[in-house]
């Protein structure tokens, strides 16, 4: 098993660029999650899917953060246009079921100068 | 909502001490509890997890948690701690009968040294 799979690991860009953020979930799985780690305001929950169909955004920052799942093997984070304050670890995590554990991806560092 | 603190933000340690890490939470309803583990430069692992039965939860690596549900503990334990257990350690919580999104605690960065 792959495990949850994240792209790119490391991402450095410009202020006003667009990013995207890649996870393949673990096979089987259904539901996903987009958090995103910082020193102020640790892990915080962006948004998660539950059968490609998002169910809680309450946590997207603002409306320059959308996220899809086009497929149950596929999901996208993207931030247009960047700002320096998006500079963080963001981690995607996939699980099956209620009560099952979630699964981690590596996560992407990314930088906005 | 369900919320978590965790009280230490670092603990240090000797090689072979036991060690407890924190967890409080605070919930109007049941929950489900997490302790996750992160490596320098990792995503997070899963050490344990209390989801009913047994309030005390053994996980990997030799670490237990015991769930207390009249103090809204979940602390972290383990009777002798290695170098190899130096990381970020998160509790998280999570409502029993909604949703699957966990809230997690701030991290106890936890240090061993020789």
């Known amino acids: 098993d792959a495990g949850v799979i994240q792209s790119p690991r490391h991402e450095v860009t410009e202020m006003g660029q667009e990013v995207t953020l890649r996870c393949k979930p673990i096979s089987g799985h259904n539901s996903l999650f987009w958090y995103r780690q910082t020193m102020m305001r640790g892990l915080e929950l962006l948004i998660y899917f539950n059968n490609n169909v998002p169910i809680d955004d309450s946590g997207m920052p603002e409306d320059r953060f959308s996220a899809k799942m086009p497929n149950a093997s596929f999901s996208t984070l993207k931030i247009q246009p960047s700002e320096p304050r998006d500079s963080a670890v963001y981690f995607c995590?996939?699980?099956?079921?209620?009560?099952?554990?979630?699964?981690f991806g590596p996560g992407t560092r990314l930088l906005v100068l | 909502a369900q919320s978590v603190t965790q009280l230490d933000s670092q603990v240090p340690v000797f090689e072979e001490a036991p060690v407890e890490l924190r967890c409080n939470y605070s919930s109007s309803v049941s929950v489900y509890l997490f302790w996750y583990v992160q490596y320098p430069n990792q995503g997070l692992q899963l050490l344990l997890k209390y989801l009913s039965g047994s309030t005390l939860v053994k996980g990997i690596n030799g670490f237990e948690a015991e769930f207390n549900k009249s103090q809204t503990s979940f602390h972290l334990r383990k009777p002798s701690v290695h170098i190899s257990d130096t990381a970020e350690y998160f509790c998280?919580?999570?409502?029993?009968?909604?949703?699957?999104?966990?809230?997690f605690g701030k991290g106890t960065s936890l240090l061993v040294t020789p």
């Open positions: 998280a919580v999570r409502a029993s009968n909604s949703g699957y999104a966990l809230n």
């Open positions: 995590a996939s699980t099956l079921g209620d009560k099952q554990t979630q699964y």
